[in-house]
């Protein structure tokens, strides 16, 4: 297997290379008569595509997405079929001769040494399939995701720590996210990073950073034991993204700090007679199963590893050399991460209410 397509009911297939003519999806097993069209997609991906800002990279595509299949209008409007819904998007600023040093050096820090030892070949172009221009289709992929979930399931992310720069918990704002440059989320930290993320890009290195998850409105029982819980298939979902080393869900690491009592969420009976919880230590799974509280999760990006610095590396002749990246990269690729983080989720969650819905009715 290839393993180029993720998840079980809901189904995602991409395709394509970083600097080919076009990358896309092929989405299976969308239900029908659910309403889709491609100004449903566009808006998710206007927030990820390229050369927003001086501190993503200046590559200058308009990420149009295209569906090419699975959507019919009977007169009524366009909806699904339940037939695969098929997208495309075509690379438009592609610009190959930036990459023709590294035809032979692999990049530290970058697939190029992996998928030569895999395959015995590699499209050097960008990165080529290694590429987080792949990302794209993920979020249009995510975007059917959320016509599948409706409107009770309300998925954001924010980056919550550039460098050594943390938000506080407490101060963490989701509406802040799209409304800078950064999609930090707190208005009230943008001009110090703004600051701090200038003085990496200008000095030609790039920064690591945390993105936050939260996601509510997901009812009780989603997931399933022993393996497919949704914690592991939503921490597996992050952990494809390019540059993405870590995932914690709810307390995460800090819950090997915790004693018994601090870490067990207790529980009361509301006003309604439902179950209330009285924290989210768990992050809104036990078992595997979503209990109805936000589920919660914390995603650790890698520095871009993309600098202008000279790195010491090896040629596929077996020859030692420095290497300098040259194009134009993200100085801090968790930026643009933040819509793949919740397309991902969005993803998975609509493959889990599914499968619930396949198994309890």
């Not at 299976?28 to 100004?39: K, S």
């Not at 993503?56 to 695969?84: C, H, K, M, N, Y």
């Not at 997931?223 to 869900?249: H, Q, R, T």
């Not at 969420?265 to 009285?278: A, I, K, N, Q, T």
Request: proline content about 6%; some cysteine; glycine content about 12%.
């Amino acid at each position: 297997m290839s393993h180029n397509t993720f998840g079980h009911l809901f189904r995602v297939t991409t395709w394509g290379e970083s600097h080919g003519p076009a990358i896309g999806c092929v989405v299976d097993g969308c239900p029908p008569l659910i309403p889709l069209t491609e100004a449903d997609l566009q808006p998710w991906l206007d927030r990820r595509k390229p050369g927003g800002s001086r501190f993503v990279t200046q590559r200058q595509e308009s990420d149009t997405a295209q569906i090419l299949s699975g959507v019919f209008d009977d007169g009524e409007g366009p909806v699904t079929t339940g037939t695969p819904v098929s997208i495309i998007i075509h690379n438009e600023d592609a610009r190959s001769k930036d990459y023709g040093e590294i035809a032979r050096a692999f990049r530290p820090g970058h697939a190029d040494f992996t998928y030569q030892s895999k395959y015995g070949v590699r499209d050097h172009r960008g990165g080529g399939r290694s590429s987080a221009r792949e990302t794209a289709v993920r979020v249009a992929a995510g975007a059917v995701a959320r016509k599948v979930l409706g409107d009770g399931v309300r998925i954001r992310a924010g980056v919550v720590q550039l460098g050594p720069h943390r938000i506080a918990p407490e101060d963490v704002d989701f509406d802040a996210v799209y409304d800078n440059a950064l999609f930090a989320a707190s208005s009230a930290v943008v001009p110090a990073w703004e600051e701090y993320l200038d003085g990496v890009r200008k000095a030609g290195s790039s920064i690591g950073a945390v993105v936050a998850l939260e996601v509510t409105g997901v009812p009780a029982g989603w997931g399933a034991p022993i393996y497919g819980k949704l914690d592991a298939e939503l921490a597996a979902a992050m952990m494809s993204i390019n540059a993405v080393k870590g995932v914690e869900i709810g307390a995460g690491f800090e819950a090997a700090e915790l004693s018994g009592e601090e870490n067990a969420d207790e529980m009361r009976l509301g006003d309604d007679g439902r179950p209330v919880f009285l924290s989210n230590k768990a992050g809104g799974v036990l078992g595997g199963i979503s209990t109805g509280q936000p589920v919660t999760a914390r995603i650790a990006f890698k520095p871009t590893s993309s600098i202008l610095t000279p790195r010491q590396t090896i040629t596929r002749d077996g020859a030692e050399t420095d290497l300098r990246t040259k194009g134009r990269h993200d100085p801090c690729v968790a930026l643009r991460g933040v819509p793949v983080v919740e397309a991902m989720a969005a993803c998975v969650l609509a493959d889990a209410m599914l499968r619930h819905r396949a198994q309890v009715g």
